[in-house]
């Protein structure tokens, strides 16, 4: 089963959690010492595992984007009892490199652009009030269905009248922890990424 992960200890406590699909409701739960096993009627929809900080220790907090081979060995040691599978992470983060097309300014904002920005399998139409916007920048694009740091997903938005589907990223909202403007989007370098490729999927290699 694929799953994304997510563990921050300040907002709610020593807990990673394990999701597997984060479209279907919660109807029931089944707790076992500890681990939470969540279910979508027959299906399994997530798994909480608490005192984590015990068997393995976080640098960061928040989504966990390409998880190490420990972390899912962890995993899949604490749920091998139950008959549920096993976990494996999501090859694919949902964070792709785009190139911005076109830049218009927003017809009912001062400070909103409409951008064009190919992402190599399509052109998406996004709402972004990034200060360095301009033609032919090559950013991080999250599209719809990504989960972001703060354990939020990306959802078609609609802004004054606009219609987005995706977020041109800036460091922060992909967690990097370096020093740059605020309100600027990550500018990528020509030559080291390619459009369409998986921006954290770049870091490892």
Request: aromatic fraction near 6%.
């Amino acid at each position: 089963m694929k799953a994304n992960f997510f563990y921050n200890r300040k907002l709610i406590g020593d807990v990673l959690l394990v999701i597997i699909n984060n479209d279907l409701p919660m109807t029931h739960y089944e707790n076992h010492d500890d681990i939470t096993l969540i279910y979508s009627h027959n299906e399994l929809i997530g798994i909480n595992i608490f005192n984590i900080s015990e068997v393995i220790k976080f640098k960061a907090e928040g989504r966990i984007t390409l998880p190490s081979k420990t972390l899912i060995d962890v995993i899949n040691d604490k749920i091998a009892s139950f008959n549920v599978g096993k976990i494996d992470y999501v090859e694919k983060t949902g964070f792709t490199i785009g190139r911005i097309l076109s830049v218009q300014e927003h017809p009912e904002s001062d400070h909103l652009h409409l951008l064009k920005v190919d992402i190599g399998s399509e052109i998406l139409d996004i709402v972004c009030g990034a200060r360095n916007v301009k033609e032919n920048m090559l950013v991080v694009v999250a599209t719809i269905g990504t989960m972001m740091m703060d354990g939020t997903t990306i959802v078609k938005g609609n802004l004054l009248g606009e219609e987005s589907y995706g977020m041109c990223c800036s460091p922060k909202e992909l967690g990097l922890n370096i020093e740059y403007p605020p309100h600027h989007l990550l500018e990528l370098e020509e030559g080291k990424v390619k459009v369409g490729e998986d921006f954290f999927s770049l870091q490892l290699n």
